[in-house]
């Protein structure tokens, strides 16, 4: 995860923390799972939804995939 994703991660509540944490750990064994929507007319920019948040996410195809995220 990139540091200013790692940063962002700590603000925010600890069950939702845990769920996020949860969701991008998913995107290492599956960087495109059916939860994952790609953005329209944005270059490998996703979102996934949890709760009342969406989170943005850029998928960079590396091994293993990284993805960078803002909610």
């Known amino acids: ?3 200013p994703a790692e940063q962002q991660l700590r603000t925010f509540a600890k069950p ?3 769920i996020l944490v949860k969701r991008l750990h998913a995107l290492r064994i599956d960087s495109h799972p059916s939860c994952v929507m790609k953005l329209e007319g944005k270059d490998q920019l996703y979102r ?3 709760g009342g948040y969406r989170t943005l ?3 960079r195809e590396q091994n293993p995939p990284r993805a ?3 909610a």
């Open 1 to 3: 995860m990139a540091p």
């Open 16 to 18: 939702l923390r845990t």
């Open 48 to 50: 996934i939804h949890e």
């Open 57 to 59: 996410c850029a998928i």
């Open 68 to 70: 960078f995220f803002q």
